[in-house]
């Protein structure tokens, strides 16, 4: 599993803080190995490591949105901008999810070689 410095160094990570990176990646890699145990999932350690930092990109992404963090409207003087809120349901975040795994890792719904 990464560590905080492969996630800024190799990863180029800048979201996540320090002090929830390493809650953040385990949950990435638990669902990382739910897809395992699901599909056929192939790809180096590198290429999961950077899979989980992705996954866990996502995972504080919607935590973030689903507890009001995000700025959803703003003002400056006599100028304003609003934006609609972010989906946030479950199966959302299940596809952004699996979508940011396939980024970086080969995930194959029968065998590769059929």
């Known amino acids: 599993m990464p560590d905080y410095a492969f996630y800024r160094a190799q990863y180029k990570g800048t979201s ?9 990646s385990g949950r990435a890699a638990d669902e990382l190995k739910s897809y395992e ?5 192939s790809g180096t350690d590198e290429a999961r490591k950077m899979a989980i930092c ?3 990109d996502v995972l504080y992404y919607y935590d973030t949105a689903a507890n009001g963090g995000m700025v959803t409207s703003t ?5 304003s901008a609003s934006m609609s809120k972010p989906d946030v349901s479950n199966k959302a975040q299940s596809k952004e ?10 995930i ?4 590769p070689s059929c």
């Open 16 to 24: 996540i803080p320090r002090e929830e990176f390493s809650f953040m």
């Open 37 to 41: 145990r699901i599909y056929t999932v």
């Open 54 to 56: 992705a996954m866990a």
């Open 75 to 79: 003002s400056v003087g006599s100028v």
């Open 97 to 106: 999810l699996y979508r940011a795994a396939q980024r970086y890792l080969d």
């Open 108 to 111: 194959y719904r029968g065998c």
